[in-house]
């Protein structure tokens, strides 16, 4: 199933650095998930970084940040600690997200064919209503991007 925007997103259960991630219990405010390739790599590590230096932003419109890949939680665990993250990393080792958001694609790494995460991000509002997204983005600026649309939500 992809995900339509202007529909709601179907609840789903991840696994997170803060306990248990159940869509339905976001409801009432607006989220932000973002969807990154692998932790401890360069552009990860900047669009984290990133998302890590507006969260104050974020939190002043009421939004959370949440960020998955398809990494184990002791390697989120690490990773939040590492770049010292406000928010919470869910794992998605099933690929359940992963695929309810149509992020899996066919990518060269090294002139290698790959299975893996295209960055993506999705701006839900407080009725759980996909209202933007973003794919294949680039890591550099991109969390500002998604500050202004969670801006425009108001």
């Not at 973002?34 to 932790?39: A, I, L, N, S």
């Not at 990773?79 to 010292?84: A, C, D, E, G, I």
């Not at 893996?116 to 969390?143: C, M, N, P, Q, Y």
């Given at each position: 199933?992809?995900?339509?925007?202007?529909?709601?997103?179907?609840?789903?259960a991840?696994?997170?650095?803060?306990?248990?991630?159940?869509?339905?219990?976001?409801?009432?405010?607006?989220?932000?998930?973002?969807f990154?390739?692998?932790?401890?790599?360069?552009?990860?590590?900047?669009?984290?970084?990133?998302?890590?230096?507006?969260?104050?932003?974020?939190?002043?419109?009421?939004?959370?940040?949440?960020?998955?890949?398809?990494?184990?939680?002791?390697?989120?665990?690490?990773?939040?600690?590492?770049?010292r993250?406000?928010?919470?990393?869910?794992?998605?080792?099933?690929?359940?997200?992963?695929?309810?958001?149509?992020?899996?694609?066919?990518?060269?790494?090294?002139?290698?064919?790959?299975?893996?995460?295209?960055?993506?991000?999705?701006?839900?509002?407080?009725?759980?209503?996909l209202?933007?997204?973003?794919?294949?983005?680039?890591?550099?600026?991109?969390?500002?991007?998604v500050?202004?649309?969670?801006?425009?939500?108001?």
């Amino acid at each position: 199933m992809n995900m339509t925007l202007d529909k709601k997103v179907p609840d789903f259960a991840l696994a997170g650095t803060g306990g248990e991630f159940r869509l339905a219990d976001q409801l009432g405010h607006p989220l932000v998930i973002y969807f990154y390739p692998k932790d401890n790599t360069p552009g990860c590590a900047t669009e984290a970084g990133q998302f890590r230096d507006l969260h104050g932003e974020f939190l002043k419109l009421g939004c959370s940040v949440f960020g998955i890949s398809r990494d184990s939680l002791k390697s989120h665990q690490g990773f939040k600690s590492k770049l010292r993250l406000p928010f919470d990393l869910l794992s998605d080792t099933e690929e359940t997200a992963c695929r309810l958001f149509a992020v899996i694609k066919a990518k060269k790494l090294y002139g290698k064919d790959v299975i893996g995460i295209e960055r993506s991000t999705f701006l839900i509002d407080a009725g759980g209503t996909l209202r933007r997204e973003w794919r294949g983005v680039k890591a550099d600026g991109h969390a500002a991007d998604v500050l202004t649309a969670a801006r425009a939500l108001r």
